[in-house]
């Protein structure tokens, strides 16, 4: 605390400056001239105001301890206001990065002030919380329900999105030089549950850019490794002979089936051409690959969602390389079977052609496929039978040999052919040389005795169809021939106690005495066969 002496000290001097500064002041208005002021704008008057006006700092050192008194107030007030943070030292233009982030400061300095200032009411506060449950339940719904019932369109491009993040390999699954039919299936289970559509659209798109990947980087690395040989296939294929494309065609398929798809579309294509001779040339080279390459020889051909799926994890034994490659395979046995499908039908197209040479070619090819492959052996058969009504004699006698030589190396299929056949037979509209042919056929069979099922079903049939022709009244000698020849090679293998000959004996009985003397005589001659084999 300063003693009274100096206090009293400190009022004196403050006293003496501020009547210095006065005189100084007014020294200063009293060397102002009129003229000066009337330079200016101003007048007499002016000058006058001006009489006995003090220095302002004087009057600030007055009231400093007004101000003093109320610092802790100005503060608050401007703490309220926000301006607290801004700093009084700086231009407003100095620095805008920092007077914008002073600004925010203070924003959120006065928003926090101003909601710390207010009650919080609990009612809006329960129901802010009960909205915002709710809003996430509803999320949570709907994120549910978009996974479980979403749409096509979102689900292509989840699908999408899930495919283009696959990345590619820089190393082959398949390698060339095997057989793709050999390189998997070894695990494969024999029975499985079917999997959801929309799995199995999922793993088709994944196969797919598998399938495109693979290729790629086989084509690369064919360029960099094979290069001279990949430009001379390239250019023989392009400009070549004809038997010089179709053997560089055949050596892409043999050395990477999988690979070369592509190529083998292009020897469909070449199938279907209008030049008879290529035609000719490409029926043979695709038949031969098909047998020797493509097809597999103990079982058929699937589709991409007959596989087990739901499985996979289990016959790859979590392998990715190992469930990728079979996915892959699986895509590529798929579209495989409809290049097949699209060839069988080009071929029955041309089964019906005028030139006489492309009718046996494909006959043939359509045989050798039936007898080497099981692939749509159904399809394959009806190609062969629908020919035994063809016009022109030869092919329809070059077919029932093929059909012969077919049952003989086939022995169980005798059943499934002698049924289609019969179908033929009782086809309406159909010719009597198809007929003719086909009763040819099955008088040719050779059976033995545990065959007398099928024995039995052949002699009701020539009976049957003895009786249909007698009542049509045109009776033919060589159809009668036939029949003749039909009973009495499968009579003997027939039970003699059988009720369907009992019957069938019954009926030309019948027929002998209510037809005329020819139809008489040819039923009394079918009797002589029948008795005599008892």
């Known amino acids: 605390m300063a003693p009274p002496r100096?206090?009293?000290?400190?009022?004196?001097?403050?006293?003496?400056?501020?009547?210095?500064?006065?005189?100084?002041?007014?020294?200063?208005?009293?060397?102002?001239?009129?003229s000066?002021?009337?330079?200016?704008?101003?007048?007499?008057?002016?000058?006058?105001?001006?009489?006995?006006v003090e220095d302002d700092r004087s009057s600030e050192e007055?009231?400093?301890?007004?101000?003093?008194?109320?610092?802790?107030?100005?503060?608050?007030?401007?703490?309220?206001?926000?301006f607290s943070s801004i700093n009084p030292g700086k231009p407003s233009g100095e620095n805008k990065t920092e007077s914008k982030h002073s600004t925010v400061q203070s924003i959120t300095k006065e928003k926090t002030?101003?909601?710390?200032?207010?009650?919080?009411?609990?009612?809006?506060?329960?129901n802010l919380k009960n909205t915002k449950k709710k809003k996430s339940k509803k999320n949570k719904f709907k994120d549910q329900q978009d996974i479980g019932s979403s749409t096509t369109a979102e689900d292509n491009r989840k699908v999408?999105?899930?495919?283009?993040?696959?990345?590619?390999?820089?190393?082959?699954?398949?390698?060339?030089?095997?057989?793709?039919?050999?390189?998997?299936?070894?695990?494969?289970?024999?029975?499985?549950?079917?999997?959801?559509?929309?799995?199995?659209?999922?793993?088709?798109?994944?196969?797919?850019?598998?399938?495109?990947?693979?290729?790629?980087?086989?084509?690369?690395?064919?360029?960099?490794?094979?290069?001279?040989?990949?430009?001379?296939?390239?250019?023989?294929?392009?400009?070549?002979?004809?038997?010089?494309?179709m053997a560089a065609i055949t050596l892409l398929i043999q050395e990477a089936p999988v690979h070369n798809l592509a190529t083998i579309e292009t020897l469909i294509g070449m199938v279907k051409k209008k030049g008879k001779r290529e035609s000719l040339m490409a029926i043979d080279t695709l038949k031969d690959v098909l047998i020797s390459d493509l097809l597999p020889g103990n079982r058929k051909l699937k589709t991409f969602s007959q596989h087990p799926f739901?499985?996979?994890?289990e016959i790859a034994s979590g392998n990715k390389d190992t469930k990728d490659k079979r996915l892959m395979l699986w895509l590529f046995e798929h579209k495989f079977k409809q290049q097949y499908t699209e060839f069988l039908k080009i071929l029955q197209t041309l089964t019906f052609d005028n030139l006489k040479t492309m009718k046996v070619k494909a006959l043939r090819a359509a045989y050798e496929l039936l007898i080497s492959k099981p692939e749509q052996e159904k399809t394959l058969l009806g190609i062969l039978i629908n020919k035994l009504g063809d016009p022109d004699r030869k092919v329809a006698a070059n077919c029932a040999h093929?059909?012969?030589?077919?049952?003989?190396?086939?022995?169980?299929?005798?059943?499934?052919?002698?049924?289609?056949?019969?179908?033929?037979?009782?086809?309406?509209?159909?010719?009597?040389?198809?007929?003719?042919?086909g009763m040819c056929f099955l008088s040719q069979l050779v059976l033995s005795t545990e065959e007398a099922d099928l024995a039995s079903h052949l002699v009701s049939l020539y009976f049957s169809f003895f009786k249909a022709t007698v009542q049509k009244g045109d009776v033919d000698g060589k159809m009668l021939s036939a029949l003749l020849t039909g009973v009495n090679r499968a009579f003997p293998y027939v039970k003699t106690d059988s009720e369907a000959i009992t019957d069938q004996v019954n009926t030309l009985y019948k027929i002998v005495h209510l037809s005329n003397f020819n139809t008489s005589t040819q039923a009394l001659m079918l009797l002589f066969q029948v008795l005599g084999a008892r």
């Open 310 to 313: 739901l499985h996979l994890d």
């Open 402 to 437: 093929l059909l012969g030589q077919l049952v003989e190396q086939h022995p169980n299929m005798k059943g499934v052919v002698v049924s289609e056949v019969e179908r033929l037979l009782y086809r309406q509209n159909i010719s009597a040389k198809a007929q003719y042919y």
């Open 36 to 52: 000066d002021i009337t330079a200016l704008g101003g007048t007499q008057e002016d000058i006058d105001l001006l009489q006995g």
């Open 62 to 82: 007055d009231t400093s301890s007004v101000y003093n008194s109320n610092e802790a107030e100005i503060k608050d007030f401007i703490g309220k206001l926000g």
């Open 113 to 126: 002030h101003d909601t710390s200032q207010q009650p919080v009411d609990a009612t809006s506060e329960s």
């Open 6 to 34: 100096m206090k009293s000290m400190k009022k004196m001097k403050r006293v003496e400056t501020t009547k210095s500064r006065k005189h100084s002041t007014q020294k200063k208005i009293n060397n102002i001239n009129l």
């Open 160 to 245: 999408a999105v899930f495919v283009q993040n696959q990345k590619q390999r820089k190393y082959l699954l398949v390698k060339p030089g095997s057989k793709w039919h050999e390189d998997q299936f070894q695990s494969e289970r024999q029975t499985w549950e079917p999997a959801p559509d929309r799995l199995v659209t999922t793993l088709e798109s994944l196969a797919e850019k598998l399938l495109q990947d693979e290729i790629q980087l086989y084509m690369r690395g064919r360029e960099k490794q094979k290069r001279g040989e990949s430009r001379w296939i390239k250019t023989v294929i392009s400009s070549g002979t004809l038997s010089d494309k």
